[in-house]
Protein backbone atom coordinates (compact mmCIF):
# COMPACT_ATOMS: atom_id res chain seq x y z
CA UNK A 1 0.00 0.00 0.00
CA UNK A 2 1.06 3.36 -0.42
CA UNK A 3 2.32 5.89 2.18
CA UNK A 4 0.14 8.85 1.27
CA UNK A 5 0.63 12.42 3.02
CA UNK A 6 -2.23 14.44 3.23
CA UNK A 7 -1.72 18.06 3.16
CA UNK A 8 -4.53 20.39 4.17
CA UNK A 9 -6.19 17.80 5.92
CA UNK A 10 -8.97 19.12 8.19
CA UNK A 11 -11.56 17.03 10.54
CA UNK A 12 -14.87 18.75 8.42
CA UNK A 13 -17.06 16.37 7.11
CA UNK A 14 -17.61 18.82 4.24
CA UNK A 15 -13.97 19.13 3.01
CA UNK A 16 -12.76 16.98 0.10
CA UNK A 17 -9.36 16.75 2.70
CA UNK A 18 -11.47 14.85 4.74
CA UNK A 19 -12.79 11.95 2.53
CA UNK A 20 -9.75 11.65 0.91
CA UNK A 21 -8.34 10.77 4.19
CA UNK A 22 -11.08 8.06 5.25
CA UNK A 23 -11.35 6.50 1.92
CA UNK A 24 -7.11 5.85 1.52
CA UNK A 25 -7.16 4.55 5.53
CA UNK A 26 -10.51 2.43 3.98
CA UNK A 27 -8.72 1.46 0.95
CA UNK A 28 -5.67 0.26 3.32
CA UNK A 29 -3.03 3.02 2.61
CA UNK A 30 -0.72 4.30 6.01
CA UNK A 31 -2.05 7.78 5.77
CA UNK A 32 -0.38 10.73 7.43
CA UNK A 33 -2.94 13.97 7.51
CA UNK A 34 -1.20 17.22 8.01
CA UNK A 35 -3.07 20.49 8.26
CA UNK A 36 -2.81 24.04 9.93
CA UNK A 37 -5.73 23.00 12.81
CA UNK A 38 -5.37 20.29 15.19
CA UNK A 39 -8.32 17.66 15.29
CA UNK A 40 -8.95 14.10 14.19
CA UNK A 41 -9.78 12.35 11.01
CA UNK A 42 -10.71 8.88 10.60
CA UNK A 43 -9.25 8.02 14.41
CA UNK A 44 -6.17 9.70 12.75
CA UNK A 45 -4.25 12.91 14.94
CA UNK A 46 -4.19 15.99 11.98
CA UNK A 47 -0.48 16.75 12.78
CA UNK A 48 0.27 20.95 12.66
CA UNK A 49 3.95 20.42 13.32
CA UNK A 50 4.92 18.87 9.59
CA UNK A 51 6.15 15.56 10.61
CA UNK A 52 9.32 13.77 9.03
CA UNK A 53 8.32 11.11 6.94
CA UNK A 54 10.35 8.00 5.16
CA UNK A 55 9.29 6.28 2.28
CA UNK A 56 6.24 8.51 1.30
CA UNK A 57 4.73 7.65 -1.41
CA UNK A 58 2.28 10.08 -2.76
CA UNK A 59 1.44 13.76 -1.30
CA UNK A 60 -1.74 14.50 -1.98
CA UNK A 61 -2.50 18.40 -1.76
CA UNK A 62 -5.53 20.15 -0.51
CA UNK A 63 -3.89 23.48 0.04
CA UNK A 64 -4.54 26.34 -2.62
CA UNK A 65 -1.85 27.72 -4.96
CA UNK A 66 -1.57 30.54 -3.08
CA UNK A 67 -0.76 29.06 0.43
CA UNK A 68 1.10 26.67 -0.84
CA UNK A 69 4.91 28.24 -1.18
CA UNK A 70 5.01 28.02 2.87
CA UNK A 71 4.55 24.55 2.24
CA UNK A 72 7.14 24.08 -0.45
CA UNK A 73 10.50 23.02 1.72
CA UNK A 74 8.49 20.61 3.15
CA UNK A 75 7.06 18.34 0.32
CA UNK A 76 9.99 18.60 -1.28
CA UNK A 77 11.94 17.58 1.54
CA UNK A 78 9.64 14.37 2.07
CA UNK A 79 10.70 13.34 -1.28
CA UNK A 80 8.15 11.34 -2.29
CA UNK A 81 7.53 9.33 -5.75
CA UNK A 82 4.76 11.51 -6.82
CA UNK A 83 2.46 14.45 -5.96
CA UNK A 84 -1.21 14.61 -6.77
CA UNK A 85 -3.00 18.30 -7.55
CA UNK A 86 -6.35 17.65 -6.68
CA UNK A 87 -9.15 20.42 -8.27
CA UNK A 88 -7.73 23.81 -7.54
CA UNK A 89 -4.56 22.93 -5.85
CA UNK A 90 -3.00 23.20 -9.53
CA UNK A 91 0.41 25.25 -9.32
CA UNK A 92 2.68 25.39 -12.18
CA UNK A 93 5.41 26.78 -10.30
CA UNK A 94 5.22 23.42 -7.56
CA UNK A 95 4.95 21.47 -10.44
CA UNK A 96 8.02 22.17 -11.99
CA UNK A 97 10.45 22.22 -8.77
CA UNK A 98 9.06 18.77 -8.01
CA UNK A 99 9.78 17.53 -11.66
CA UNK A 100 13.74 19.10 -11.20
CA UNK A 101 13.86 16.79 -8.27
CA UNK A 102 12.24 13.28 -10.12
CA UNK A 103 8.97 13.67 -8.13
CA UNK A 104 5.80 12.59 -10.43
CA UNK A 105 3.34 15.10 -10.69
CA UNK A 106 -0.16 14.66 -11.29
CA UNK A 107 -3.44 16.87 -12.11
CA UNK A 108 -6.10 14.42 -10.29
CA UNK A 109 -8.90 13.49 -7.90
CA UNK A 110 -7.75 11.47 -5.20
CA UNK A 111 -11.00 10.38 -4.58
CA UNK A 112 -11.92 9.13 -8.41
CA UNK A 113 -8.66 7.91 -8.69
CA UNK A 114 -9.13 4.95 -5.73
CA UNK A 115 -13.00 4.52 -6.82
CA UNK A 116 -11.44 3.71 -10.14
CA UNK A 117 -8.57 1.47 -8.88
CA UNK A 118 -5.66 3.91 -10.48
CA UNK A 119 -4.52 4.97 -6.99
Not at 3 to 21: L, M, Q, W
Not at 41 to 70: C, F, K, M, W
Request: aromatic share 8%; proline share 6%; hydrophobic share 35%.
Amino acid sequence: MKKTVVIGASDNPARYSFRAVNMLKNYGHEVVPVGIRKGQVAGLDIHTDRPTEESVDTVTLYVGPQNQPAWYDYILDLKPKRIIFNPGTENEELEKMAQEKGIRTEEACTLVMLSVGNY
